[in-house]
């Protein structure tokens, strides 16, 4: 069992910024993709970034805005220059997960709220 947890949504101005934190726990021997999601009111579920690696991927809307960074089983998104599109409800994802109890997939946090006010 593998368990996600977030931490530092909140309410912020447009043109603020935030930094969102996930650290995963269990019995994890290794965990090879990190990344958030996001999804809005009305809206589907959305990539935000994921890390693989070396290996980054950003949506086009958050490029240049959002970074993401990771330190073993904590992965982090720096939100900056933050616009009021961008208020959602913020998902970590971890994928591909070896544990002592055999591999695991897909795993989702409860979400943290961001929201961005114009």
């Known amino acids: 069992q593998v368990r996600l947890v977030e931490s530092g949504g909140g309410l912020v101005q447009a043109g603020g910024s935030l930094r969102l934190s996930c650290t995963a726990s269990?019995?994890?021997?290794?965990?090879?993709?990190m990344g958030w999601y996001r999804e809005a009111p009305g809206k589907e579920r959305e990539l935000v970034a994921t890390k693989e690696g070396s290996t980054i991927t950003y949506a086009d809307s958050v490029k240049g805005r959002f970074t993401i960074s990771r330190d073993k089983y904590t992965v982090f998104l720096q939100m900056d220059s933050l616009e009021p599109e961008d208020t959602a409800l913020y998902y970590c994802h971890a994928d591909r997960i070896a544990t002592s109890a055999g591999p695991l997939w897909n795993q989702w946090g409860p979400g943290t709220q961001v929201t961005v006010s114009s």
């Open positions: 269990g019995n994890i021997l290794r965990l090879y993709v």
